[in-house]
């Protein structure tokens, strides 16, 4: 159990990430092999439900009751699984029997290394899920564990096929975004960070892990405000706009906060706000700054993204218990309850202001986990291939200040651009009514 005291309040909060919770589960089931262990409460026989989807994202301290009630009613009275690779069985009782939701049941399956990923009962419970939780732990033994094996790959498709809803808290939460700090070397601090976007330990990874409904191009960071994690998250970003040219997304929480995002992309912020200083925050590139990139990211040297002090806008959201603050995911535009900033960094220290809502393209975050498109070379001096399956084959060019330059059928494998002026591109790959995918193209 764990006491967090503030303001002379003692909170006692269920510490689910680490702490055994004494009570008697129905069952426990090792594995042969040892590789991991499972514990299960509730029905032993599966119950397959109609999930609602969604995501749900928990900055690392302490559940938010409320946000869990809405994460276990996403499942729809189905089964609840727990992934972890540390601890033992503290959410089980908390799920099944404290919150007052209906559900099937609850499993806790530790994973003790990499060889669990392929067994197949765990894969066999990945299949009968209606929902999958991250708890806390090490996110490295998340990666190395899960990375293109049976893991990520079974619980992809339940994303797209099943609609299952999916969340996690602190290392849970970290690996949610199409981008993520991988932890390969340990830790790192803001100040570290902020002083050496090239250090070591600030490993920014971008291989393929999970793919989450509207998190793509969106990196996570959790507990925001102790310690103080504002710099090293804005030095992941820039390390994303530096070395990849995607348009990088910020997703971060408070370690009291949760976000729980609908099958619509509204994003609702669960906390104690006003009580407390609860906040999420809601981070993309200021889109009216031409080439929108770090003037220094070099290793060895302090980070400076300045742009006159507005190259990032921020919206910072206060978390309340009834969810009634929200953001718009879906095209990170608009939302309710919450306050504009800019933030930049000059000289390694980062520098926060009030600001307002910057008239941006809406961007895309509901990649299709499934689709297969290909471009390259990236920069470019002007004649790219181009490879899209799935249908995808309609393609729209904008400018940087969201302006139509060219829209076509895709009839072959390359596109010239020759006559585009050198810049930066977004594209769109369109399927229909579809699901919208969008790269950036860099012509030279």
């Given at each position: 159990?764990?006491?967090?005291?503030?303001?002379?309040?003692?909170?006692?909060?269920?510490?689910?990430?680490?702490?055994v919770v004494l009570f008697l589960t129905l069952f426990s089931v090792s594995a042969v092999a040892q590789n991991f262990t499972s514990y299960l409460t509730g029905n032993e026989n599966d119950i397959e439900t109609l999930p609602l989807g969604g995501v749900c994202m928990m900055g690392g301290a302490g559940?938010?009751?409320?946000?869990?009630?809405?994460?276990?009613?996403?499942?729809?009275?189905?089964?609840?699984?727990?992934?972890?690779?540390?601890?033992?069985?503290?959410?089980?009782?908390?799920?099944?029997?404290?919150?007052?939701?209906?559900?099937?049941?609850?499993?806790?399956?530790?994973?003790?290394?990499?060889?669990?990923?392929?067994?197949?009962?765990?894969?066999?419970?990945?299949?009968?899920?209606?929902?999958?939780?991250?708890?806390?732990?090490?996110?490295?033994?998340?990666?190395?564990?899960?990375?293109?094996?049976?893991?990520?790959?079974?619980?992809?498709?339940?994303?797209?096929?099943?609609?299952?809803?999916?969340?996690?808290?602190?290392?849970?939460?970290?690996?949610?975004?199409?981008?993520?700090?991988?932890?390969?070397?340990?830790?790192?601090?803001?100040?570290?960070?902020?002083?050496?976007?090239?250090?070591?330990?600030?490993?920014?990874?971008?291989?393929?892990?999970?793919?989450?409904?509207?998190?793509?191009?969106?990196?996570?960071?959790?507990?925001?405000?102790?310690?103080?994690?504002?710099?090293?998250?804005?030095?992941?970003?820039?390390?994303?706009?530096?070395?990849?040219?995607?348009?990088?997304?910020?997703?971060?929480?408070?370690?009291?906060?949760?976000?729980?995002?609908?099958?619509?992309?509204?994003?609702?912020?669960?906390?104690?706000?006003?009580?407390?200083?609860?906040?999420?925050?809601?981070?993309?590139?200021?889109?009216?700054?031409?080439?929108?990139?770090?003037?220094?990211?070099?290793?060895?040297?302090?980070?400076?993204?300045?742009?006159?002090?507005?190259?990032?806008?921020?919206?910072?959201?206060?978390?309340?218990?009834?969810?009634?603050?929200?953001?718009?995911?879906?095209?990170?535009?608009?939302?309710?309850?919450?306050?504009?900033?800019?933030?930049?960094?000059?000289?390694?220290?980062?520098?926060?202001?009030?600001?307002?809502?910057?008239?941006?393209?809406?961007?895309?975050?509901?990649?299709?986990?499934?689709?297969?498109?290909?471009?390259?070379?990236?920069?470019?001096?002007?004649?790219?291939?181009?490879?899209?399956?799935?249908?995808?084959?309609?393609?729209?060019?904008?400018?940087?200040?969201?302006?139509?330059?060219?829209?076509?059928?895709?009839?072959?494998?390359?596109?010239?651009?020759?006559?585009?002026?050198?810049?930066?591109?977004?594209?769109?790959?369109?399927?229909?009514?579809?699901?919208?995918?969008?790269?950036?193209?860099?012509?030279?």
């Open positions: 159990m764990s006491f967090i005291v503030r303001a002379m309040d003692i909170r006692i909060k269920k510490w689910m990430s680490g702490v559940e938010h009751d409320e946000a869990m009630r809405w994460f276990l009613n996403r499942a729809n009275g189905g089964d609840v699984l727990v992934l972890r690779t540390s601890g033992s069985n503290g959410y089980n009782n908390y799920m099944y029997n404290q919150l007052g939701v209906k559900i099937n049941s609850v499993e806790t399956i530790v994973c003790k290394n990499k060889q669990a990923s392929t067994d197949n009962y765990l894969i066999q419970k990945i299949r009968m899920a209606e929902a999958i939780w991250f708890a806390g732990g090490d996110q490295y033994d998340y990666v190395s564990y899960w990375r293109d094996t049976p893991v990520s790959r079974e619980i992809n498709k339940a994303i797209k096929n099943r609609n299952i809803v999916i969340g996690g808290t602190s290392a849970g939460m970290a690996i949610l975004g199409e981008y993520y700090f991988s932890a390969r070397n340990g830790s790192v601090s803001s100040e570290e960070a902020l002083n050496n976007p090239y250090l070591r330990a600030v490993t920014v990874d971008t291989t393929l892990f999970l793919t989450v409904p509207y998190m793509g191009n969106v990196i996570t960071d959790t507990h925001y405000d102790d310690p103080d994690r504002r710099g090293r998250h804005t030095t992941f970003l820039a390390r994303i706009a530096n070395d990849y040219y995607p348009q990088p997304l910020g997703v971060a929480c408070n370690e009291y906060v949760a976000v729980c995002i609908d099958e619509n992309g509204k994003a609702i912020v669960y906390g104690d706000y006003p009580k407390y200083d609860e906040f999420a925050y809601f981070i993309r590139l200021n889109c009216t700054v031409d080439n929108n990139v770090p003037e220094i990211c070099e290793a060895g040297k302090p980070l400076t993204w300045n742009q006159n002090g507005t190259a990032l806008t921020v919206y910072r959201v206060p978390g309340t218990n009834e969810g009634k603050n929200t953001f718009d995911m879906r095209t990170w535009q608009g939302g309710s309850g919450g306050s504009w900033f800019f933030w930049s960094v000059d000289n390694g220290v980062l520098v926060e202001n009030s600001g307002t809502e910057v008239d941006c393209l809406p961007v895309s975050t509901q990649d299709d986990p499934l689709a297969s498109i290909t471009l390259f070379p990236n920069p470019t001096y002007g004649q790219i291939n181009v490879y899209a399956i799935d249908g995808y084959n309609e393609i729209r060019f904008y400018d940087v200040v969201g302006q139509l330059v060219l829209s076509q059928t895709l009839t072959n494998n390359q596109l010239d651009i020759t006559s585009f002026s050198p810049g930066v591109y977004w594209l769109e790959f369109i399927k229909g009514n579809q699901i919208v995918v969008r790269k950036k193209i860099v012509k030279l």
